[in-house]
């Protein structure tokens, strides 16, 4: 840190560095990449992710030359890195298809409720049209949510306050409370329910965010990004999902930055060994540069591979396995075996945001088809877990800071934040500095909860993971079972006569009851740190 504040005092003026600003140093994003990571030491434990070649970036200078000494400082982008630096227009959040839901997690018999950029919304499956609609989560009648509602024998959207019922373009089919013979106002244009132009594009729901009638036929004219090897049959890998209590803003960050992962995933991940290892979780310098800047994202390079942030919702990356030498590759480059790490982040409203994920790849395959996805889940959400309190209440702060952007709250002097700092780049000269909430709401941040209910995982991601919830009910019967069969033990040996047993019999079934009650206690234990809450200390790793 000394070194820090001597070489900092060198630092240029420019609009990324504020040197006025001291209040807090500490680094903001981290991303989940930590999947990725986990994954590829099962399959292969001599995989160097992290090779360095210290290849320079245009995004940064050197300070010193001194190697004890030796800062490296984020200048404004240059000039040829914006592809479009000249163009004024905003960025229109509510022009652009948006991730709900992957449909492996949607259950085809009842509508689901959804949020995204501040709209509340209702997934539900129309069996007449064979089709995911999405509507206003609004009945027109007396607002009452239609996502609470049912799917009638007709296949119909009902809403289940007054019996209300719509069909797939959201017209109005019954009033049950209007007279047969009396005027149809069912058919009144106040009686339907707003649509929203949605598809289904590498088997998840996405939603057109603008219900004007102009964008009825957007997917004749603009699909969703379409990412290749998701569809790719060579490639494998499960999907997830997970809601999170922090906005949309630091979990992209998050998902950008590799340099948190040795030290608030310690424990969780393993990491290369550097060179030279300053500390004991083993951090080092990385190369990472943007190549472009544009109203549609960037894309990047570092050490292992490509990047890319497709604006506003796609961060992914591709990664050659095979590849030792630390020098970048391109999408398009032939590999033997390749890992993408896709991302999709959705804003769902301020300090909150939903996460899918997919991690896809060309070896291994055989896994994904013998390990139950829900198990993936497990080690996946115990990742997440032990950096999400951190992101929460660093939300917070920065807000609580009152500056005027952020790089007036962060220091970001090093290589490693390029693409944070290229995503704050892009958010401040494109997106209007946060996103557009349409005035629904006042900025200020929802109020922290206690940390239990803050990373809990049941409501964040079980009840809307069809595996885990099902594996959830799957062992918590097991856990009544076992029970049941240690109290029917007890039961037996307390009520038989001394003579009508033999004391081999007896010690057996008292036993058989001790196992079984043990075994429903190590399963709740169990149930409750995967499946609800599992608090992760760093002072202790």
């Given at each position: 840190m000394d070194v820090l504040?001597?070489?900092?005092?060198?630092?240029?003026?420019?609009?990324?560095?504020?040197?006025?600003?001291?209040?807090?140093?500490?680094?903001?994003?981290?991303?989940?990449?930590?999947?990725?990571?986990?994954?590829?030491?099962?399959?292969?434990?001599?995989?160097?992710?992290?090779?360095?070649?210290?290849?320079?970036s245009r995004l940064f200078m050197t300070l010193s030359s001194s190697p004890a000494s030796t800062t490296e400082?984020?200048?404004?982008?240059m000039p040829e890195l914006e592809a479009d630096g000249r163009e004024k227009k905003r960025f229109d959040w509510y022009s652009h298809w948006y991730p709900l839901m992957p449909i492996c997690d949607l259950d085809k018999r009842v509508p689901h409720a959804k949020k995204v950029l501040g709209l509340d919304l209702v997934v539900w499956w129309d069996r007449n049209e064979n089709e995911w609609k999405v509507f206003d989560d609004t009945c027109p009648h007396r607002l009452a949510p239609l996502s609470d509602g049912r799917i009638d024998q007709w296949g119909r959207l009902q809403c289940v306050y007054h019996g209300w019922c719509f069909n797939g373009n959201g017209d109005c089919k019954l009033i049950p409370q209007a007279p047969l013979d009396g005027p149809p106002v069912h058919t009144f244009k106040e009686a339907c329910v707003t649509v929203y132009p949605s598809t289904v594009q590498h088997d998840i729901v996405w939603v057109w965010p603008n219900a004007d009638p102009q964008y009825k036929d957007i997917i004749m004219k603009k699909?969703?990004?379409?990412?290749?090897?998701?569809?790719?049959?060579?490639?494998?890998?499960?999907?997830?999902?997970?809601?999170?209590?922090?906005?949309?803003?630091?979990?992209?960050e998050n998902l950008m930055d590799p340099a948190h992962l040795p030290y608030a995933h310690y424990g969780l991940i393993s990491n290369p060994t550097p060179k030279v290892k300053v500390d004991r979780e083993g951090g080092s310098?990385?190369?990472?540069?943007?190549?472009?800047?544009?109203?549609n994202g960037f894309n990047g390079k570092q050490d292992w591979g490509c990047s890319y942030?497709?604006?506003?919702?796609?961060?992914?990356?591709?990664?050659?396995?095979d590849q030792q030498n630390g020098s970048a590759i391109c999408e398009t480059?032939?590999?033997?075996?390749?890992?993408?790490?896709?991302?999709?982040?959705?804003?769902?409203?301020?300090?909150?945001?939903?996460?899918i994920w997919s991690f896809p790849k060309n070896f291994g395959v055989w896994i994904d088809k013998i390990v139950p996805r829900w198990m993936f889940h497990i080690g996946q959400n115990l990742i997440l877990?032990?950096?999400?309190?951190?992101?929460?209440?660093?939300?917070?702060?920065?807000?609580?800071?009152?500056?005027?952007?952020?790089?007036?709250?962060?220091?970001?002097?090093?290589?490693?934040?390029?693409?944070?700092?290229?995503?704050?780049?892009?958010?401040?000269?494109?997106?209007?500095?946060?996103?557009?909430?349409?005035?629904?709401?006042?900025?200020?941040?929802?109020?922290?909860?206690?940390?239990?209910?803050?990373?809990?995982?049941?409501?964040?991601?079980?009840?809307?993971c069809k595996s885990c919830s099902a594996a959830h009910k799957g062992l918590k019967t097991l856990e009544v079972m076992l029970q049941t069969m240690?109290?029917?033990?007890?039961?037996?040996?307390?009520?038989?006569?001394?003579?009508?047993?033999?004391?081999?019999?007896?010690?057996?079934?008292?036993?058989?009851?001790?196992?079984?009650?043990?075994?429903?206690?190590?399963?709740?234990?169990?149930?409750?740190?995967?499946?609800?809450?599992?608090?992760?200390?760093?002072?202790f790793v």
């Amino acid at each position: 840190m000394d070194v820090l504040r001597a070489s900092s005092s060198t630092l240029v003026h420019s609009p990324y560095i504020s040197t006025t600003r001291r209040r807090n140093k500490t680094q903001f994003p981290k991303p989940i990449f930590h999947h990725l990571r986990l994954k590829l030491i099962v399959f292969d434990s001599s995989f160097t992710l992290f090779e360095r070649n210290g290849s320079k970036s245009r995004l940064f200078m050197t300070l010193s030359s001194s190697p004890a000494s030796t800062t490296e400082s984020i200048e404004p982008p240059m000039p040829e890195l914006e592809a479009d630096g000249r163009e004024k227009k905003r960025f229109d959040w509510y022009s652009h298809w948006y991730p709900l839901m992957p449909i492996c997690d949607l259950d085809k018999r009842v509508p689901h409720a959804k949020k995204v950029l501040g709209l509340d919304l209702v997934v539900w499956w129309d069996r007449n049209e064979n089709e995911w609609k999405v509507f206003d989560d609004t009945c027109p009648h007396r607002l009452a949510p239609l996502s609470d509602g049912r799917i009638d024998q007709w296949g119909r959207l009902q809403c289940v306050y007054h019996g209300w019922c719509f069909n797939g373009n959201g017209d109005c089919k019954l009033i049950p409370q209007a007279p047969l013979d009396g005027p149809p106002v069912h058919t009144f244009k106040e009686a339907c329910v707003t649509v929203y132009p949605s598809t289904v594009q590498h088997d998840i729901v996405w939603v057109w965010p603008n219900a004007d009638p102009q964008y009825k036929d957007i997917i004749m004219k603009k699909k969703p990004p379409y990412i290749p090897v998701l569809d790719d049959p060579s490639f494998s890998g499960p999907t997830g999902n997970r809601e999170f209590p922090f906005g949309y803003e630091v979990l992209i960050e998050n998902l950008m930055d590799p340099a948190h992962l040795p030290y608030a995933h310690y424990g969780l991940i393993s990491n290369p060994t550097p060179k030279v290892k300053v500390d004991r979780e083993g951090g080092s310098p990385l190369g990472m540069e943007v190549e472009k800047l544009d109203k549609n994202g960037f894309n990047g390079k570092q050490d292992w591979g490509c990047s890319y942030f497709i604006a506003p919702c796609i961060y992914h990356a591709f990664i050659d396995v095979d590849q030792q030498n630390g020098s970048a590759i391109c999408e398009t480059e032939k590999s033997n075996r390749r890992l993408c790490l896709v991302f999709m982040c959705i804003p769902v409203s301020p300090g909150k945001s939903r996460l899918i994920w997919s991690f896809p790849k060309n070896f291994g395959v055989w896994i994904d088809k013998i390990v139950p996805r829900w198990m993936f889940h497990i080690g996946q959400n115990l990742i997440l877990d032990s950096d999400l309190y951190l992101l929460h209440v660093q939300e917070h702060k920065v807000m609580e800071l009152e500056a005027t952007n952020w790089q007036e709250a962060c220091f970001v002097p090093t290589k490693s934040d390029a693409f944070v700092v290229g995503f704050r780049r892009w958010l401040n000269k494109y997106g209007g500095g946060t996103v557009d909430w349409k005035g629904k709401f006042s900025g200020a941040l929802p109020p922290s909860p206690p940390r239990e209910q803050l990373m809990d995982r049941y409501w964040t991601h079980v009840v809307s993971c069809k595996s885990c919830s099902a594996a959830h009910k799957g062992l918590k019967t097991l856990e009544v079972m076992l029970q049941t069969m240690s109290v029917i033990s007890i039961g037996i040996v307390a009520v038989t006569k001394q003579n009508m047993i033999s004391m081999v019999a007896k010690s057996t079934m008292v036993s058989m009851a001790i196992i079984c009650f043990a075994a429903s206690k190590w399963l709740a234990q169990f149930i409750y740190k995967n499946f609800h809450y599992h608090d992760y200390n760093h002072a202790f790793v």
